[in-house]
């Protein structure tokens, strides 16, 4: 029940393009959803993050799209640069003790191309 | 700053050697985390300290000994470990245990021989 799914496990996707990467997750205690981006050799940067109150959370050329009903969330980004070739992880936290950990999904390999 | 610092950034070791990894953050957090980071995989946590206390412990083996000197400080101790402990290890930092931001440091890729 603490798992986390997401898909696709890579994307490629040309430069300019919308990059979609989705995520759902059973725990209904779960009440924080970030997305994390990691380049190789760096650890994982907080991206965006949305609370399960709204539906859709956007920052620049990034935006999380929520549908608690569905117990999914997914990451859209927007004129996809090749600067944004990375793995993203979704992620899930509860809200005390132990359930305050994250948990992550498997990660995405994004490249986008020229 | 939101700086979470590790040293070293690589360190080979054998199977017998003891070495330490070593975390800092200067953001006043006073809940600090380990990591490990296997290729393609994400990070999987291994320990959680809070006010300095030993929160979480995911049920680690004994050859990794966590340790918190002081509220800026982290270290993970190493000794007798296995080729397959070879991995990026990653500390991170929150506010607090509760709180929803960790900032990850940039991780010390361990190779053991």
């Known amino acids: 029940q603490q798992q986390v799914k997401q898909s696709p496990q890579s994307l490629i996707v040309q430069k300019g393009g919308i990059s979609i990467i989705n995520c759902a997750y059973e725990n209904t205690a779960f009440d924080y959803f970030p997305w994390y981006q990691q380049f190789p050799g760096k650890g994982p940067a907080l991206l965006i993050a949305?609370?399960?109150?709204?539906s859709e959370k956007k920052e620049g050329r990034f935006t999380i799209s929520f549908n608690k009903s569905a117990k999914q969330f997914s990451l859209h980004i927007m004129d996809s640069q090749p600067g944004d070739s990375a793995t993203y992880f979704c992620a899930a936290r509860g809200n005390s003790g132990t359930a305050s950990k994250l948990t992550f999904g498997t990660g995405t390999r994004l490249q986008v191309t020229l | 700053d939101t700086e979470v610092t590790q040293t070293p950034k690589h360190l080979v070791m054998g199977m017998t050697n003891k070495k330490s990894l070593k975390c800092e953050q200067h953001?006043?957090?006073?809940?600090m985390y380990w990591y490990k980071q296997k290729a393609k995989k994400p990070p999987e946590l291994m320990f959680v300290?809070?006010?300095?206390?030993?929160?979480i412990n995911e049920s680690v083996p004994s050859r990794f000994s966590p340790e918190c000197p002081n509220s800026s400080l982290l270290n993970l101790h190493l000794h007798a470990l296995q080729p397959e402990d070879s991995a990026l290890y990653l500390c991170?930092?929150?506010?607090?245990?509760?709180?929803?931001?960790?900032?990850f440091g940039p991780g010390t890729r361990l190779l053991v021989l």
């Open positions: 953001m006043g957090h006073r809940a």
């Open positions: 949305i609370r399960p109150d709204v």
């Open positions: 991170a930092s929150s506010q607090g245990q509760g709180s929803e931001t960790q900032y």
């Open positions: 300290y809070s006010y300095e206390k030993l929160s």
